[in-house]
Every structure is written in C-alpha cells, then in structure tokens.
C-alpha cells in the first residue's frame, strides 16, 4: 500500500474545494438575482395593477362564510364570505405604500443628519450625535406608537412612524462613513483648493455613501413591513373592512382553531415579502463593493451593470 504525499493530498484539498465554494457562490447569486426580480415584479403588480392577479373585489361579500380554500376561492373566504386571495393581494399595497415611503423618508432624513453630524465641528457633532443615540436607545415600535397616537392611525401615521424611527439607525451608520471619509486624501485636497463643506460633501462624501445606504435601504425595507404589518395588528393603520395583512391577521386569529386560513395566508405572505427583501438586500450588498466609491450621478447605470453580470462580478 503506497502513502500519500502530503502535498499532493493538501492539493486535491483545494482543488475538491474550489467547487464547492464557487457552486454556492453561484447558488447564493442565483437566488439573490430571483429575489430581487420577484420583489420588483411583485412590488410593480401589487402596487399598479393588482387586478392582474385577484379578479375579485376584496370588499364584496357573499353566502360562501368559512369555506376553505378550494377551486373558486385558493384562499378559502372569511366571516362575511369576502375571498380571503384577493384580501391578500390588495392588502399588500398599503404594507408595501407604508413600508417603501417609510424607508425612504428614514434614508433622507438619516443621511442628511448622518452627514451633518460628521462635517460639523465637535460640538455640533456631540449634541447631535446625543440625540440619535437617545432615539436608538428606545425602541421602534415606542417611537411608532408614540408618533401614531399623536398624528392618528392611517398608512400617513405609519409612514411617518416608520421614517421617524428608522432614522437614527441610518444616521448613526452614515455619519460612522463620514467621519472615515473626511480623512480620505481626495477629501484632504478639495479642502486645500478652497471647496466649500457644502460643495464638498455634495461632490465627494455623498457619492462614496451611495453604496451604503442602498444596501441599508433595502435591507430596512424587511423591518419596514414588519413594523407596518405589527401597527395594523394593533388596529393603528388600515380600518375593516379595508384589506391589510396585519388587519386580517388581527381578524382571523379568534377563529384560529376553526377556520385557520383566515391568518396563515396574511402570515405567510408577510414572511415572503421580509424574505424577499432580505434576500435582495443580501444580494445587493454581495453586487455592490462598498470600497467601489460608485459616483452619484452614475450610480444606477453601474448599479445595472452590475447586476447583469453573472455573481456581480465586474470586469
């Protein structure tokens, strides 16, 4: 019986793995692609034409109470007998409208906090930094609740409460990034031809950010719809009979042990759509080198380009 020479057993060690390591790299692309072309499809659907998939008026009742899913109704049908699919079709777009404008309002308002705090002098920094960290210390749902029970319930209330609340995460992030970049040579140099702040941070702060607060975005999009879907739940955002997943999850959780379609169908939605999401922000992050300093102006079409290539790799 012959031995094995180390080197060459250590060889087929790395040889054995490489594949292995580019299979799930090209797996982990693979699904990361899908959803995020899912989510921008679905997103597209729901939001413009969701007709397309629910032929029924999610309001409209009829004699057909507690029936289970079958033929006529995927979803089954509720108390009133109003077609639990189409309910949860339509009731994606005020989760999705809350969640999306609630996210983008928190990004704004975060980078532009994040930013101040970082250009500013050490006082300004201080007191503004103290501030954020006294937001991050209470909790999203407090500050959502607090913000609702002063402004009203509605899909308004909730996308206020989402971006007030999710701002001083994006802040924090962003002026972190700052404070790095202020020492950048490229930055040190603009400041020794006479560049304002303002004109400074515009031209060589922002588009370096560009990276890290669209990977921040979409991953915030999954606790966008988590806090949405939870402010429906406590009857804080869409009223009955209007559809809504944390409404109708609220509703048919007393007839759980009789009629369980009622909330798993709302559930399991909930839990695709915070998938997806994450799924995506995954992707995105993996696509976009944060170290790429993408410029602003130009930032989608590299985006696009990027997510073209197989894996995001780039050339």
């Known amino acids: 019986m012959t031995s094995l020479d180390p080197l060459s057993v250590g060889a087929l060690r790395v040889r054995v793995?490489?594949?292995?390591?580019?299979?799930?790299?090209?797996?982990?692309?693979?699904?990361?692609r899908t959803a995020l072309a899912a989510a921008v499809v679905l997103v597209l659907i729901v939001l413009a034409a969701p007709g397309l998939l629910a032929h029924v008026s999610p309001v409209a009742t009829s004699d057909a109470n507690l029936q289970g899913p079958s033929g006529a109704h995927l979803f089954g049908?509720?108390?009133l007998g109003r077609d639990v699919f189409s309910r949860t079709v339509y009731g994606a777009r005020p989760v999705l409208l809350a969640s999306l404008l609630g996210v983008l309002l928190a990004t704004a308002s975060g980078v532009a906090i994040g930013v101040l705090g970082g250009v500013a002098?050490?006082?300004?920094?201080?007191?503004?930094?103290?501030?954020?960290d006294v937001f991050l210390a209470l909790p999203v749902l407090l500050i959502a609740l607090i913000l609702?029970?002063?402004?009203?319930?509605g899909v308004r209330s909730i996308v206020l409460a989402i971006g007030v609340a999710f701002t001083p995460g994006f802040a924090r992030v962003v002026e972190?990034?700052?404070?790095?970049?202020r020492k950048a040579e490229y930055v040190e140099a603009a400041r020794v031809f006479g560049s304002s702040t303002l004109r400074t941070s515009?031209?060589?702060l922002l588009p370096n950010l560009l990276t890290e607060v669209v990977v921040l975005g979409s991953s915030a999009i999954g606790w966008g719809v988590l806090t949405a879907t939870t402010l429906s739940f406590l009857g804080l955002g869409v009223r009955l009979p209007a559809p809504d997943w944390g409404s109708d999850l609220a509703a048919g959780a007393t007839n759980l042990a009789d009629a369980w379609w009622l909330s798993t169908f709302p559930g399991l939605a909930i839990m695709a759509t915070i998938l997806l999401a994450n799924f995506s922000g995954d992707h995105l992050m993996r696509v976009l080198d944060p170290r790429a300093g993408v410029r602003l102006g130009r930032g989608f079409r590299h985006l696009a380009t990027r997510l073209s290539r197989p894996g995001g790799e780039t050339r």
């Open 17 to 32: 793995s490489r594949p292995v390591r580019r299979s799930r790299k090209g797996l982990r692309a693979t699904i990361g």
């Open 77 to 79: 049908t509720d108390l």
């Open 121 to 132: 002098p050490r006082l300004v920094n201080a007191l503004v930094m103290r501030l954020v």
């Open 148 to 153: 609702i029970a002063t402004a009203g319930s």
């Open 176 to 181: 972190s990034s700052v404070r790095k970049l």
């Open 202 to 204: 515009w031209r060589h």
